[in-house]
């Protein structure tokens, strides 16, 4: 057995022929590294005058928001090879491998330089050290101290570029970050509008698109998407055209796939009864204050849901991540609109179990609203409830409580308040619109889909100052 012996894990590629061209966007990103391309081909014109040239910078972005083809386009604009590896497959299970693994990986390297080397998932041996479970892992801290070690020895001026891509650069080592390691960051965010209207572009090189197909349209409808989201959504539309036979991909297939990947596949074989459908006609239907446009209503089941709204929340909220508090009372609105609705067309007795996923989202921007936001008077503008997520971001939020017994029953009014406000309301709104409800609910069980113009004409001047549930 050949206990300790390193496999080597790396990937090396003479050439990457990626440029910057093929990144769409990203174009802080692109210019920042521009300075590491110029470091690679011309390196005299830094050390002529005594500069040092840096060995390290981390690209710092959520996964598939294109840090690794980035990397490669930085060495494929050199004209210089690459290597990569991803950190996690450097621990491996015995202790040692991981660093005699970086240490073939340099050695070649540096035998090949001038060179990029990416090194994928820093934050897998890179964390601060003592912070992970059960305090210590040897194999990591050896792996990370080995990397240290490395960047170190070689000069400035050697010619290896170390590029790390992290998402978490919160949890790394600070001995990685100093001065001549990773000093440099490099952010790579989640392409905007424009970005993603020029990625979707790129993704549709090669591919037969109809005339139909509106870039612009298909970016309003992706916010928070990925380079690789996008490709991904322009890869299963092609798919879904060819088995339709089609000779091209036109915007159905773009939305059908865009919807499969927001809520999963639709259900075409679920036999609903017309019972079921009115049921959630009216559910999916419920007609709500002010709150993002609508795109689309279905009462075709889809993943767990007997139905959907899917809005397109504005591109500005969501870059900012900001969120008001008329909004949050509207989102809980909406969210009990379902229940409402059920209740006054069906009666209080035959309400159905159908809102219990809104119920679990109403309940947590409450307590959001109480707890994190200062938005409860009686609570005050502070912060209680210890360290907790982004529950817009799907984070996990703590269930460690820091307050006491008293401040609790407090809180528990409050998130009841908040949530009896928002349920009186969509019921006021709900009745008073019954009207347009119903006629919407017809449309739903004729047709199963709705688009927002079509919702949009239900009303008398075209103008829906009312969203639905
Ligand atoms: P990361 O390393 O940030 O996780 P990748 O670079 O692996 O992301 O991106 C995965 C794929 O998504 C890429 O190979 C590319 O096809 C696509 N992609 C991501 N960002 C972009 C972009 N800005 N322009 C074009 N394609 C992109």
Known sequence: MDFGRSKS??????????????????????????????????PDKYTALGAKIPKGCLLVGPPGTGKTLLARAVAGEAGVPFFSCAASEFVELFVGVGASRVRDLFEKAKSKAPCIVFIDEIDAVGRQRGAGLGGGNDEREQTINQLLTEMDGFSGNSGVIVLAATNRPDVLDSALLRPGRFDRQVTVDRPDVAGRVKILQVHSRGKALAKDVDFEKIARRTPGFTGADLQNLMNEAAILAARRDLKEISKDEISDALERIIAGPEKKNAVVSEEKKRLVAYHVGALMPEYDPVAKISIIPRGQAGGLTFFAPSEERLESGLYSRSYLENQMAVALGGRVAEEVIFGADNVTTGASNDFMQVSRVARQMVERFGFSKKIGQVAIGGPGGNPFLGQQMSSQKDYSMATADVVDAEVRELVDKAYARAKEIITTHIDILHKLAQLLIEKETVDGEEFMSLFIDGKAELYVA
């Open 9 to 42: 894990k790396f990937q090396e590629v003479p050439e990457t022929g990626v440029t910057f061209a093929d990144v769409a966007g990203a174009d802080q990103a692109k210019l920042e590294l521009q300075e590491v391309v110029d470091f690679l081909k011309n």
